[in-house]
């Protein structure tokens, strides 16, 4: 691994800075490692938003594809970022169908219809942010163990997440949220798109934060080691995103649900001196 330390961190920092600020939790060179996987992660999902044409990003996806499959058979890939991933792969084995398996799930970024249902939102999740604490995980020592976790950590992360996008989606005629929630709370996907829909966007981010709420008592109290904890810290300030997102009179087009960087940095080191999330 050509680069360093520094650079790894200073990448990740400028383009996932909660994962940033949960790396630092995770000793040295796997600190470093745990980078490299969320450096990669960072290169597949922004692939919708560098694109003109599906047809682009459907390209590019198969890029990645061909680009894993060629690590697991041993060939050598002049990538900065698979570079660094081969070693990284190699040195904790790695399963590939984690990493297909991400990158599949980033084809529906590409789709202008929305997720039809909640169980398909919740699939595209866990394979996406659940599959990322499941690849760091295994990279800090704890193999499978914390997969069930992972499931619903994951998916609770990328629903608040993509809560607190709506607006950035919404101008790009784009809703990651699922369509039978909209309808059921009787918004139009169109007023979401011109920013209209104000306060009737409640029901729907009401739902939405009660579902990550549910997924994070899954496995409330549960204790984690140290060591392999840091997999799953991000997680640690979802409860800071989902009261900035409830606060009364609350609008996600109008208000910031944004966190300060030292709360978000208590909050991890809360976690770790716990040792649960």
């Known amino acids: 691994m050509t680069e360093t330390v520094a650079q790894w961190d200073e990448v990740v920092r400028r383009v996932d800075f909660d994962r940033y600020l949960s790396s630092l939790f995770a000793p040295g060179l ?19 938003e560098t694109v003109s044409q599906p047809i682009a990003g459907q390209i590019r996806l198969q890029w990645w ?23 990284v792969i190699a040195a904790h084995s790695l399963p590939r ?62 629903l608040t997440g993509l809560c607190r996008a709506l607006p950035y989606h919404a101008t790009r005629r784009r809703l990651m949220l699922p369509a039978d929630r909209l ?53 640690a300030i979802i409860p800071l995103y989902l009261r900035a997102l409830t606060r009364p009179g609350f609008d996600v087009f109008r208000d910031s649900s944004e966190i300060g960087a030292h709360r978000r940095q208590l909050a991890m080191l809360g976690a770790m001196i716990r040792r649960r999330i």
């Open 30 to 48: 796997l600190r470093t490692e745990v980078n490299v996987l969320y450096a990669f992660n960072h290169e597949v999902a922004k692939t919708a």
């Open 65 to 87: 594809r061909d680009r894993i499959a060629e690590l697991y058979r041993g060939v050598a890939v002049e990538h900065p970022v698979v570079r660094a991933l081969s070693g």
């Open 97 to 158: 169908d984690l990493f297909d398996e991400l990158i599949d799930a980033r084809e529906h970024d590409l789709e202008e219809a929305p997720f039809a249902t909640t169980g398909e939102f919740e699939t595209y999740t866990d394979a996406t942010s659940g599959h990322v604490m499941r690849l760091a995980a295994r990279v800090l020592g704890a193999g499978d163990t914390l997969d069930s976790q992972a499931r619903d950590l994951g998916i609770a992360y990328a």
């Open 183 to 235: 309808i059921a709370s009787g918004v139009s996907i169109e007023d979401v798109f011109a920013g209209t829909a104000g306060q009737r966007l409640r029901p729907l981010l009401d739902d939405m934060v009660e579902r990550a709420r549910g997924h994070l008592a899954v496995h409330h109290g549960k204790s984690v080691a140290r060591n392999v904890l840091p997999a799953l810290l991000p997680a």
